[in-house]
Each structure stands twice: as C-alpha cells, then as structure tokens.
C-alpha cells in the first residue's frame, strides 16, 4: 500500500529539470560547439554521482567504526556497504572505456578552453581520499604541494578540517588492535604462531640443505629463509616493528597487524568470518581505486602524451606516480609476508575455538 500523501512524479523526484539541464558546453563561447565535449561533461558529471554514493557509504562505514563496540549485526552492514562500493568502483573503472571513446584531437578541439580547471578541484575525490587515510604529508611532491592552492576558501577550510579528524583507516585500525582474542585466558596468539612459524622455517631449511646441489644454490636459499626469518623478527619485536612504521613499510600497529593475521589464518571461525569479508574488501577497494588511477593515467596518456595538464601537473607522469602512492590499505597485502600454509598452522585450543564459534547446548 502508498505511504505518500501526495503523489509523486518521476521527473520532479529525480529533479530531471536541473540535472539534465546542467550540462553546459564551455567551447561555444569561443565558435562552433565541440561535440564531444557533452561526453566529457557527461562522464565526470557521472564520475560525482558515484563519488556522492560512495562517500554516502564511506561516512555510514566510518560512523559504525568510531562507535565503542561495533557487534556483528553492524560488521553485517560494513561488510553490505564496502562490497556495495566495491561494485560502484567496477562501474568507474568501465566508466573510462566510454570516455576513451573520444580521440585525442576531439578532445584538443575543446581541451584548451578549460584551463585552469583540473581534477585537482574535484572535492568528492579529495574527501574521499582523506576519509580513507590519504594524508599530505604521504602523497607526491606535486600533490603535497598543489593538493590546496587551487581550491577556493570555502573548500580549503572544509577539507582542512576534514584533515584533523579521523580517518577510516585510524578506525580501523583501533577496531583491529583491541580484538580480545589475541590474549585469550592463557592463550596469546602470537606466541603460538611465533612457534609455528619457527618450525615451518627451520622445516625448510632442513630440506633445502639436503637437497641443494650447488654451494652457491645453497647460499642463496638460506639467505632468503634468513630474509623471511627477519621479516618475522619484526612483527613480534615490538622495537623492530617500530622501525618499519618508522621507514613508512608498515602503517598499521603491531597489534593490529597480529589481529589481521590471525583473523585472516583462521578466517573459516564464525567469529572471524564477518571481520574478514571486512578486511578483504578495504583490500579490494584499495585495488579497485589503484586500478582506477592506472587506467586514468593511462587515458591521459593517449590524450595528451607528455603535455601538462590543465590543472599544471606533468599529466601522465603525476598521474602514473599517484597510482601507487596514494594507497591507504597496503598493509593488508604485505600482510602476505606472515601468512603460513593451512598444513603448517597450529590448532587453536579447544576453549578458544569455543569461544571462536556458535554452539548451543541441547537439553
């Protein structure tokens, strides 16, 4: 049955007058119209919708993260949420398809009379990068540089005082470093696993000095068991893990990189298996979004070769550089580095698989 009181109209709801009335080619101000210069209004006009979508759910996401307990029934919709964004991203990522429509000399007929407007001023964007963990000081030089000075006051100040607060990554990363399950009883997580990795290790190099044939063989696998040795010295020395954030390898905390690790390891425990989808999808997003640069960078490329960009970038070349940069979730790929087989994890203690699951006593 209708909830309304008064009936709506498709047109008036959509507010179709204004949206398809807001297209307004820059070029006939000059001469004749360049035709496609409506696609390249269409397609960015459409690229801040989706931006206005996704930061919809971005700040529902954040907003569930900075509350002091986050149950499963909320994990339920971050988890909704992020794969709904994630679909949104594949949608921008076709999206450039249809603008590499265009040819490079339909795109110069206009491209001229939109100097100094640049992508740079997209404020979605900038929010978007800045909710996620995106900060200044991580970005290129070109970007740590220009990130403000093209922006009016207004917007100047709004991102700014986005800038002092939280992000998304600070969220979760304490959401990560207090799972209570790392210390469980007489239980400590990284204590079983420093034991499991030590023996996996000390597995392979008893194989790999039995059958190396060469010296020269021999010393180049042992020293890369002694390099993964190493990188596992750092995650369980407080001091050592220190450093690597230090030299910007690492981002998240120590306990919140051992909290991913054991979550993600023993992700089929129904207590994991929410968290995971979480943390595999802030993974993907970061993916999605590298993926998005890349093929921008790429469009740019074919449009314009090595020309500036409008906005007074090296075009292709800063684009290319942000591609890999400005990424915010990479920890949970070098998460990869402490991953153990299946076969070489311990099984978790019979009280704390319990707790890990859902049982129900029957009478």
């Known amino acids: 049955m209708p909830k309304n009181i008064e009936p709506v109209y498709y047109s008036d709801y959509l507010k179709l007058d204004k949206l398809l009335d807001a297209q307004a080619p820059h070029s006939p101000k000059y001469g004749d119209e360049a035709h496609d210069e409506m696609l390249f209004i269409i397609v960015h006009q459409v690229y801040e919708l989706w931006f206005k979508q996704v930061l919809h759910e971005l700040r529902a996401i954040h907003g569930e993260f900075s509350a002091p307990l986050l149950d499963d029934k909320e994990l339920y919709l971050v988890a909704h949420r992020l794969r709904r964004v994630l679909t949104i991203q594949d949608l921008m990522n076709d999206q450039v398809g249809v603008i590499e429509t265009m040819t490079p000399q339909e795109f110069l007929e206009f491209r001229d009379y939109l100097v100094p407007a640049s992508g740079f001023q997209s404020i979605q964007f900038k929010e978007l990068e800045i909710r996620l963990g995106l900060t200044r ?54 204590d079983m696993y420093q034991h499991a990795v030590n023996e996996a290790l000390d597995h392979d190099e008893a194989i790999v000095r039995e059958t190396a044939v060469e010296p020269q063989q021999l010393e180049a696998e042992l020293a890369g068991i002694q390099a993964n040795r190493d990188n596992f010295a750092a995650l369980f020395d407080s001091e050592k893990y220190r450093q690597l954030q230090q030299e910007g390898r690492v981002k998240l905390s120590q306990r919140a990189m051992l909290s991913a690790l054991f979550i993600t390891q023993y992700r089929e425990e129904p207590a994991f298996n929410l968290a995971w989808q979480v943390i595999t999808s802030l993974a993907e997003m970061d993916e999605k979004l590298t993926i998005w640069r890349y093929k921008h960078a790429m469009m740019v490329q074919r449009m314009l070769g090595t020309k500036i960009g409008t906005g007074g970038s090296s075009g292709h070349d800063y684009l290319r550089k942000t591609t890999e940069q400005n990424r915010v979730f990479k920890d949970f790929f070098a998460m990869a580095t402490y991953l153990l087989p299946k076969s070489a994890l311990p099984e978790l203690p019979s009280h704390v698989r319990k707790a890990l699951g859902f049982s129900i006593e029957t009478p």
């Open 137 to 190: 000081g991580t970005r290129v030089a070109f970007d740590q540089q220009s990130f403000y000075n093209r922006l009016n006051d207004d917007d100047r100040g709004y991102l700014e005082q986005l800038e002092e607060q939280p992000t998304l990554f600070d969220r979760v990363d304490a959401w990560l470093a207090r799972m209570p399950f790392l210390e469980f009883k007489d239980f400590k997580f990284w």
